[in-house]
């Protein structure tokens, strides 16, 4: 059976997802009635799980770069009948908003060496100057990202490689520069085994899934 051609999924009554993606959501907990900033949107999975786990209340503002791929999400949120996401073509690293967030999810661009099972001619695609160009880029959207945040508000960092120099260090290198923020760990959202260093951490061979990594941080109420 191809499930993309099931009535299920045409009807909207499902959205498919990898693993990996799915437990960046649940590091992130959104509550209900939440105002959400998901500001490397496209395609929208993981706006779309957001929105579910909050009851379709509260907000959640998809933002991309290009605005050719805000149909996605606008597309598969109708097909869903999710009905609290909006859409808006911004740039990740340039972002001003008059009223902060309670959640920021920043999935940067990366080098997606966590997806190679299902890309396999990345390893063949990048070099090691392509990390180095992409840590610049992943700084400067969780800098922009940080500055959105309420106080008291969550902001959650992902990736989907496997990479250290684009997930952990990173955060050890965000987190020693913004005393204003603490790591949430891991743990208390997600199973043990997914979790390194209080951050989640999914590997293929080990887990089944996508290479995958996220940090979730809280901005302390001054």
Known sequence: INIFETDMFQEGKIAIQDPSASLVVHLANPQLNWRVADICAAPGGKSFYIAERMNNTGSIL?????????RFIEEGAKKL???????????????????????VLADVPCTGLGTISKKPDIKWKRELEDIIKLNK????????????????????YSTCTIEPTENYLIIEKFLKNHTEFILDPAERYLPDKVCLNGMLQTFP????????FAARMIKKIE
């Open 137 to 156: 880029i992943q700084e400067n959207i969780l800098e922009s990202a940080a500055e959105i945040v309420k106080p008291g508000g969550v902001l959650v």
């Open 81 to 103: 009948g999710i009905t609290n996401i909006k859409t808006m073509v911004g740039d990740a690293a340039d972002l001003d908003f008059d009223e902060p967030f309670d959640l």
């Open 62 to 70: 998809a933002i991309d770069k290009y605005e050719s791929k805000l």
């Open 205 to 212: 061979h080990r887990h089944s899934c996508d290479g995958a």
